[in-house]
């Protein structure tokens, strides 16, 4: 198959429409419509069931609906790293702001060390938002953090496991407490981060975007929330922690794409897993 032919099976797939899909792709209908119909004479399947009024997928066309998206943005993420390679020698490393703690600069400052060390660039993110950047092809490696990221087609190293924390300003009905089950966080006022698509989930919480942002409504008693214990070493004055001891422990790991032979990645990775 080629990429062309994938890039207009999906977006009659998305839009189950050829009209639609037609003025999206900037073409004409017909053209299109017979290029649908050779791709599946080749295959040898029926991609989609048509009629007069409507258009769906079948069973065999939903497979290659995912397939066609994970080919389409693999090619992608293909060229960025192909010119990037060629604009920039260095490494572009993406990690959720605030998440670090004191793991990335260590890591940092291992690798500047090593002989032919090159350049890191260094971007920081939303909550989600590293994986996307490292799988399309804009960043080179990444820090995720397990169970909340997924590495599904990623190579990893295992970093950190740590234990996490209800962080809250420091006169807090609970920040008297020993240690907290998430059935004691029944009640409170949890921040809401905005979805892959920017749009936020309804609720009574607060909308944030960064974690500067979430800090400082903490400390105004608009929110509280759980994070990985290491946030303890960068809260500023006002703000505690009490142990939430049924909290999922959260795994960091330092990921890449599983094709990469990039060597300056090779010696990153193995930096970050001595220290």
């Known amino acids: 198959?080629?990429?062309?032919?994938?890039?207009?099976?999906?977006?009659?797939?998305?839009e189950l429409h050829f009209g639609r899909a037609a003025l999206r792709l900037g073409m004409a209908q017909p053209p299109l419509s017979r290029a649908i119909s050779q791709l599946e004479r080749r295959l040898g399947v029926d991609l989609l069931h048509r009629s007069s009024r409507s258009v769906a997928l079948t069973e065999a066309g939903a497979v290659l609906l995912h397939e066609g998206r994970a080919a389409l943005d693999a090619v992608a993420a293909a060229e960025r790293?192909?010119?990037?390679?060629?604009?920039?020698?260095?490494?572009?490393?993406?990690?959720k702001a605030g998440a670090a703690g004191e793991l990335l600069p260590k890591m940092l400052d291992a690798y500047a060390a090593e002989p032919g060390a090159v350049p890191v660039e260094v971007v920081l993110?939303?909550?989600?938002?590293?994986?996307?950047?490292?799988?399309?092809?804009?960043?080179?490696?990444?820090?995720?953090?397990?169970p909340f990221d997924s590495t599904a087609g990623l190579d990893t190293e295992e970093l950190s496991t740590e234990?996490?924390?209800?962080?809250?300003p420091a006169g807090h009905e609970l920040s008297t407490r020993s240690s907290l089950r998430m059935s004691d966080l029944a009640d409170v006022l949890w921040p809401r981060w905005p979805e892959l698509d920017g749009t936020y989930a309804p609720g009574p919480g607060p909308e944030v975007h960064d974690a500067?942002?979430?800090?400082?409504?903490?400390?105004?008693?608009?929110?509280?929330?759980?994070?990985?214990e290491s946030i303890r070493a960068s809260l500023h004055e006002?703000?505690?922690?009490?142990?939430?001891?049924?909290?999922?422990?959260?795994?960091?790991?330092?990921a890449w794409p599983r094709h990469s032979r990039s060597l300056a990645l090779a010696s990153l990775i193995q930096a970050a897993t001595r220290i």
């Open 238 to 254: 006002g703000l505690t922690t009490v142990p939430v001891l049924d909290a999922p422990l959260v795994t960091t790991v330092i």
């Open 81 to 95: 790293r192909t010119r990037r390679a060629s604009e920039n020698p260095g490494l572009v490393l993406v990690s």
């Open 125 to 146: 993110c939303g909550p989600g938002q590293q994986e996307a950047l490292l799988r399309d092809g804009r960043a080179d490696v990444a820090l995720l953090h397990l």
């Open 212 to 228: 500067t942002q979430l800090l400082q409504l903490i400390s105004l008693g608009r929110a509280v929330t759980v994070l990985p």
């Open 163 to 168: 234990s996490q924390v209800l962080v809250m």
């Open 1 to 14: 198959m080629e990429t062309r032919e994938l890039r207009y099976f999906v977006a009659v797939a998305e």
